[in-house]
């Protein structure tokens, strides 16, 4: 079984910073692209931000020069530092993770559980 956990979220107030994190477990053969998503009250779920195995990312126009994503292959983590947050950035955030878990079979998707981050004086 895989699991996706993140952490790291909270209360912030406005121009502050958080830095999220996402660990992933279980029998795993390799992990291939890892991102962040979010999900604000009413809206739909969007793309923050990719990173491939090999360390080139990919960030939505809203976050460009504010987030930056990162990641430890060798702890199978996946970071998003987020600096002068806004009240708009206040959302749920989940990490994702495209995982093969034995040689030769499919590549699937899997999500964390969220963490939720507001943003707020």
């Known amino acids: 079984q895989v699991q996706l956990v993140e952490s790291g979220g909270g209360l912030v107030q406005p121009g502050g910073s958080l830095r999220l994190s996402c660990a992933v477990s279980g029998s795993i053969f390799r992990i291939y692209a890892m991102g962040w998503y979010r999900q604000a009250p009413g809206k739909q779920r969007e793309l923050v931000a990719t990173i491939t195995s090999a360390g080139s990312t990919d960030y939505a126009d809203s976050v460009k020069g504010q987030f930056t994503i990162s990641r430890d292959n060798a702890r199978n983590t996946v970071y998003l530092q987020m600096n002068s947050l806004k009240p708009e950035d206040t959302a749920v955030y989940y990490c994702?993770?495209?995982?093969?878990?034995?040689?030769?079979?499919?590549?699937?998707?899997?999500w964390g559980q969220g963490t939720q981050v507001t943003v707020s004086s």
């Open positions: 994702n993770a495209e995982i093969r878990r034995s040689w030769g079979t499919n590549l699937y998707d899997y």
